[in-house]
């Protein structure tokens, strides 16, 4: 079993930035895909960025050039960096872990982007 916590959310003003972060914790393999997802209230669950061991990152166009995905091996985590936040960047962020014989997801951050 992996178990992951996010941290890092909040409320922040259009233009700002967050960092959210998402510790891993278990049967750690070093071969993984990890990825940030977010969902809006009524909306479904869409993924937002993916980070592999080998530092491989994939983005979803709306957030190119404003989130910067990126891990530390030696602490487990991984990070997302947002900048340049906007309204429709409000959301429930969710981490999740896909590793042989498993697929892991924490339970939710908070990202509020408002004036």
């Known amino acids: 079993q992996v178990q992951l916590v996010e941290s890092g959310g909040g409320l922040v003003q259009p233009g700002g930035s967050l960092r959210l972060s998402c510790a891993a914790s278990g049967n750690i393999f070093s071969i993984y895909h990890m990825s940030w997802y977010r969902q809006a209230p009524g909306k479904q669950r869409d993924l937002v960025a993916t980070i592999v061991n080998t530092g491989y990152t ?26 340049s936040l906007k309204p429709e960047d409000t959301a429930v962020y969710y981490c999740n872990r896909v590793q042989e014989k498993g697929d892991y997801w924490g339970q939710g951050t908070q990202v509020t982007v408002s004036s």
């Open 58 to 83: 994939t983005y979803t166009d709306s957030v190119k050039g404003r989130f910067t995905i990126s891990k530390d091996d030696a602490k487990n985590t991984v990070y997302l960096q947002m900048n």
